[in-house]
């Protein structure tokens, strides 16, 4: 009898735990429903593209770190909200800018085809075999100093993100010889999705 009684007593402390627990992620999700999105822009971001006449494809990187906790923190309206509430990470848009190009030196030295094209991805090491591309571009640009890159605004990127390590990396081809190295900085704008 006193068996039956202490197995029962476990078995109602462990439903009366798994309840609580899952009471508390719906307490959770309830919270983050009033939380508006956050945009994020990171502007930091400079890949240098060293001068070469190599033209096979390559990449190149810039490693940031960023502590996506404390941004959520401090821009969520001082509820108590933290990067564990965020459901989904949006890419807005991407914008590049050569910093230090001259006519010999821009994003007219690329290769624009379908199946070659300067490509940038990201990922928390630099690591271009698992990075996710988040923004390529098809056709020669009309300026060659600036490029804004078509991006996909539904790729939810969340499950890349470690929130402190964020590493850009720039794939390209080259079709002309570089004469000096290009610094590339990218202006990358997120959305936070609470929902």
């Not at 571009?137 to 969340?158: A, C, E, G, Q, R």
């Amino acid at each position: 009898m006193k068996k039956i009684l202490t197995a029962s007593l476990i078995i109602a402390t462990f439903l009366g735990l798994t309840s609580f627990f899952t009471s508390c992620n719906k307490i959770k999700d309830a919270v983050a429903q009033n939380v508006p999105d956050i945009t994020y822009e990171d502007d930091k971001p400079i890949i240098t593209i060293p001068a070469s006449s190599n033209t096979a494809p390559q990449s190149s990187l810039d490693n940031i770190t960023f502590d996506l906790n404390d941004y959520v923190k401090n821009n969520a309206g001082g509820s108590g909200i933290d990067y564990s509430y965020v459901k989904h990470v949006y890419i807005q848009s991407i914008n590049a800018t050569i910093i230090n190009g001259d006519a010999n030196n821009n994003f007219n030295n690329f290769v624009y085809t379908s199946t070659s094209n300067p490509i940038i991805a990201f990922n928390t090491t630099p690591d271009y075999a698992t990075a996710t591309q988040i923004g390529s571009y098809t056709t020669k640009p009309t300026d060659p100093y600036n490029v804004t890159f078509p991006v996909s605004n539904n790729t939810d990127i969340l499950s890349h993100i470690n929130g402190k390590n964020w590493v850009y990396l720039y794939a390209y081809q080259l079709s002309k010889p570089t004469t000096k190295a290009m610094q590339i900085k990218l202006d990358v704008k997120y959305t936070l999705a609470f929902k």
